[in-house]
């Protein structure tokens, strides 16, 4: 329990989660909340040149698991090539490393549903299983057994290239954008973040989704291209890109975050 003290008799304790904290004890509540410290970056985009301020900041990873992304999982056994799912590893290999070290929070947002899908209507169920005979949501697959993204399987853990780290955030979603239903919002809201950069796939279905409620509910967006993929055709990245840039935000690069935060670091 952290502490400010100036005599017993005035020992002011922490209350919540800094920057949306309060200072109290029996006599008093301080409600002012004491900023972050800032940590502006210069980040070079598509489009801008952007000052954003690293302590405001979170990234927002979204379905780098198992049943998109594994040989042996739920999109390969519908026959779908993952190479391109698999192609934002490498360079989040990268990227997470860097944002832990800024005490960026790492947000990892996976597909992962109830065991008895009783959130999940009939609509959904059918984008997995069309034909209502084949392997969808919380079915075995073949390969291994493991229910096709349900909370906690293997079906819905992040790949092993992409250890999560004890500090990073879990937030389990149940439709395309993880706003719904969920509680990133409040997380976010609470940790004091306003700018997310976001990375994963599918670039033009989930990650799209998630990014286009986050600039509805006034978050400043930015998307890490090569950090994104998708296993639809080209011209849906192609899109993805171009409304990112027209509507919706940003686009850049992890080199360009690496690079933004490397002169930080060398200024400091």
Known sequence: MDSTSNGNSSQLYSLGIPPNAWLVNEAIADLTRPPLIPQPIA???????LRIDLAKSAAIIVDMQNDFCHPDGWLAHIG??????????????????????????????NWGNRRDLLNIGAGLRHVYNPTGRGIGLGDPLPANGAPVLIEHSWAAAIVDELQPEPTDIHIAKYRMSGFWDTPLDSILRNLGRTTLFFAGVNADQCVMA??????????????????????????????????????????????????AMTNTTAES
């Not at 989040?92 to 790492?106: D, E, G, H, Y």
């Open 80 to 109: 779908v090539d993952v190479t391109l799912a698999r192609s934002p590893i490498a360079p989040l290999q990268a990227l997470l490393p860097a944002l832990r070290s800024q005490k960026v929070p790492i947000v990892w947002l």
């Open 43 to 49: 980040l070079s985009t598509e489009t801008k040149k």
């Open 210 to 259: 998630t990014l286009q409620d986050a600039n509805f509910l006034g978050y400043d967006c930015i998307l890490v291209k090569d950090c994104t993929a998708t296993t639809s055709p080209e011209f849906c990245m192609q899109a993805t890109i171009y409304n990112v840039n027209q509507c919706f935000g940003f686009v850049t690069e992890s080199s360009n975050c690496l690079a």
